[in-house]
């Protein structure tokens, strides 16, 4: 036979803590895939776009990549390549 004991709890420590928003410290990566979007050009030729201006990407599992691992770009880095892409002349 089991026993079962439910105990209840007083009403002053259900009270929830306040919430606290916490920002992410780290700034959000862009994909590859994102990224060509941005620049208009297919993933394979943004790659080597990319690779050619002298960024080397890192690899993360992203949500938008279906927490496989992806090439992803920093803020920073993504500007940078829309920058050089507005200095050739596309976008």
């Known amino acids: 036979m089991i026993s079962v004991t439910i105990a209840i709890e007083s009403e002053a420590s259900e009270q929830a803590a306040p919430s606290v928003h916490v920002e992410s410290s780290t700034p959000k990566l862009t994909t590859l895939k994102e990224l060509a979007d941005k620049i208009k050009m297919d993933r394979s030729a943004a790659r080597r776009y990319v690779m050619r201006l002298g960024f080397e ?3 993360a599992r992203t949500a938008s990549s279906g927490f496989q691992s992806a090439l992803v770009f920093t803020p920073d880095q993504v500007n940078q390549i829309v920058k050089a892409r507005t200095a050739d ?3």
């Open 89 to 91: 002349g596309y976008l």
């Open 57 to 59: 990407p890192k690899r």
